[in-house]
């Protein structure tokens, strides 16, 4: 026989294995660590004055897709940039972690809060960005900003103690602007806690070898975008049809078993909706690297 406090706690560890379960979901493909940026779902309804996290949630869970990274205006409003700067250093961290909440009970982890900052934000707008990543769970911030505004985060990132990993893009000549290897040897000279969120499309668009950088920076890479461009700045293409590495680099996180994650975002033009190209991504991921 148990006694009555035996069975209280057999009660509550039941009611809480769902989302244990939930948790543990895992959509790993031969090893590798394989998710979706958010932004790949921009074009899915949002309810008017609403945001997109359960469009969000739905669709990966279609997908079949544990992790990712939350494109910060998914769970934004769409207002002004000056109402925008209020939002975001008004708004309760409760908002964030009830969003937090939402994905854990679906069994999806948010590991990095895709947060970007521009020449006009404020100190205040970047250091409450870290705590909404914070409040999200998340493990890192992904940012698409220039050298002049990573200057900026870098004492915000030490004082957070939360690794910034700089996405870039393939405008070589902007200056300022994320793009050669170069630029993220800067960015990581600015604070230990700096890493490279490579774009492996951009990359190869602007005539870089993405494969060769992972394998020499595999330890400054927190994860990739998956996308097919062509080279010398050419469009985004179907995954298959352009010039990025997608199969030989899905094949090297496989073979080295390196702890970086592979992120699928959708943005070319494709001939089905949101959901349906990203699953067509998936099944190109999984015959990669079968």
Avoid at 94 to 100: E, L, P, T
Avoid at 161 to 171: D, E, L, Q, R, T
Avoid at 274 to 285: D, N, R, S, T
Wanted: net charge neutral; proline share 5%; with cysteine.
């Amino acid at each position: 026989m148990i006694t009555r406090r035996e069975f209280s706690k057999l009660a509550l560890a039941s009611l809480a294995l769902p989302r244990t379960l939930a948790a543990a979901a895992d959509s790993r493909i031969a090893g590798v660590r394989v998710g979706v940026q958010t932004y790949s779902f921009r074009a899915l309804p949002r309810p008017e004055g609403g945001d997109q996290v359960d469009a969000i949630i739905g669709a990966m869970k279609t997908c079949g897709l544990s992790e990712c990274e939350v494109w910060s205006p998914m769970v934004e409003p769409r207002v002004s940039r000056d109402e925008l700067l209020k939002w975001r250093v008004e708004t309760p961290l409760d908002h964030f972690r009830d969003v937090k909440k939402k994905f854990d009970a679906a069994g999806i982890t948010i590991y990095a809060w895709n947060f970007s900052p521009d020449a006009k934000s404020t100190d205040a707008e970047i250091d409450r960005g870290f705590e909404q990543a914070k409040a999200l769970g998340a493990e890192i911030i992904t940012s698409s900003t220039t050298i002049e505004v990573a200057r900026r985060m870098a004492p915000l990132a030490e004082k957070h103690k939360m690794g910034v990993a700089m996405h870039g893009h393939s405008n070589i000549s902007k200056p300022g602007e994320f793009a050669s290897p170069e630029s993220f040897a800067e960015a990581m000279k600015m604070s230990k806690l700096f890493k490279v969120n490579l774009d492996i499309g951009h990359f190869t668009a602007a005539n870089f070898d993405a494969v060769q950088y992972i394998r020499e920076h595999h330890d400054s890479i927190t994860n990739l975008h998956l996308k097919d461009r062509k080279k010398n700045q050419g469009d985004n293409v179907p995954w298959g049809t352009g010039d990025t590495p997608i199969r030989e680099v899905l094949q090297l996180l496989k073979k080295e078993r390196w702890p970086i994650r592979a992120y699928i975002e959708y943005e070319h033009r494709g001939t089905g909706t949101p959901i349906e190209e990203v699953q067509k991504c998936v099944a190109f991921v999984k015959e990669a690297l079968a």
